[in-house]
């Protein structure tokens, strides 16, 4: 059964520091996004990692992806308010989308 | 601007009703995922269709839920009958050929 942890679960950070969310699953996939949900809201999608050593960036935000150690990072840089949210990754396994628990972001001034 | 919709965005039922929840995925996009969330179990997987095909379902409850996709416009999920559980919010979701899903703005329902 594939497994998706994140860490950390909660992430309460102050305004312009540094910060990498991680995504660790458990069986091989070459495929991984990266999702933002508000409260209340709907998930919208941030990031899709394609391959091994993929690395995308927008903004503040940069995702990459090792397949081989089955691991994604999601790294912040200088956060802002804006950026308070839930971030999750999730693991394509022939189209379904298998989600990790969330980080729970807050970001402070 | 494309989108996923979903119908009713807040319903209230009690227990042993008839729910039912329908998505209209963007246009073009052959593949149609069911997500329910919940806190304590996170995002899950209800079921998906592409080409309006069931392909897997198994993460519904077979005994109370069905999933259908009458045409190629329109996805429904129904609850029959409904029960405290069940509450939680659904998403639809849509996959055209980018690799990337979609989500409406869900479903929020509460059943007494």
């Known amino acids: 059964e594939l497994k998706v942890e994140q860490n950390p679960l909660f992430l309460s950070m102050q305004e312009g520091k540094n910060y990498t969310i991680y995504c660790n699953y458990s069986?091989?996939?070459?495929?991984l996004y990266w999702y933002r949900q508000d409260p209340g809201k709907s998930l919208e999608s941030l990031f899709v990692?394609?391959?091994?050593?993929a690395v995308k960036q927008e903004g503040r935000l940069m995702a990459s992806l090792d397949t081989k150690a089955r691991l994604s990072t999601l790294h912040i840089t200088a956060a802002v308010h804006d950026l308070s949210a839930t971030y999750f990754c999730?693991?394509?396994?022939?189209?379904?989308?298998?989600f990790g628990t969330g980080t729970r972001l807050q970001v402070f001034p | 601007d494309a989108r996923v919709t979903q119908t009713p965005r807040h319903k209230v039922t009690e227990m042993g009703q008839e729910v039912t929840m329908r998505c209209q995925p963007i246009?073009?996009?052959?593949?149609v995922f069911w997500y329910r969330q919940t806190m304590m179990q996170g995002l899950e997987l209800l079921a998906y269709?592409?080409?309006?095909?069931?392909?897997?379902d198994s993460g519904m409850p077979k005994d109370r839920f069905s999933a259908e996709m009458p045409d190629a416009t329109l996805a429904t999920l129904k609850i029959q009958p409904s029960e405290p559980r069940d509450s939680a919010v659904y998403f639809c979701?849509?996959?055209?050929?980018?690799?990337?899903?979609?989500f409406g703005p869900g479903t929020r329902l509460l059943v007494l």
């Open positions: 269709f592409r080409n309006r095909a069931p392909l897997d």
């Open positions: 979701a849509s996959r055209g050929p980018e690799e990337t899903q979609y």
């Open positions: 990692l394609l391959s091994n050593g």
């Open positions: 999730a693991v394509d396994k022939m189209v379904k989308l298998i």
């Open positions: 246009l073009g996009h052959n593949t």
């Open positions: 069986t091989t996939s070459d495929r």
